[in-house]
């Protein structure tokens, strides 16, 4: 059954470590990611998270965020079902293989 997202906020979130660690391409004191919370209008509601390390995936907190408010419309207003989502995903394959994090 189609149903179209009411509400679709995207946050970053940081939450500190009690304590900092260290790894080969990174020092952090903190965990950095973008939190997401949907509503449908159905009533629905779901939560994620996404990482995105620039030592990872290329992508900062700010280029998720940027990925986020560009498609933020387009996600709300054109996928409504699991077709309507492929469909996106393949005419924003380039974007979206660019910025796996965000996507996630």
Partial sequence: MPARI???NVKPLHIPFTV???HASAERSETTTVWADV???TGV???GES???EYVTGE???TALAFSR???AA???EIVDLASLRAWVASHEEDIDANPAAWC
């Fill in 6 to 8: 009411r509400r679709l």
């Fill in 45 to 47: 509601t779901g939560s």
């Fill in 60 to 62: 900062s907190l700010d």
């Fill in 75 to 77: 996600i709300r207003d």
């Fill in 20 to 22: 900092a660690f260290r």
């Fill in 51 to 53: 990482c995105p390390r």
């Fill in 70 to 72: 560009r498609h933020d």
């Fill in 39 to 41: 509503t449908l209008e």
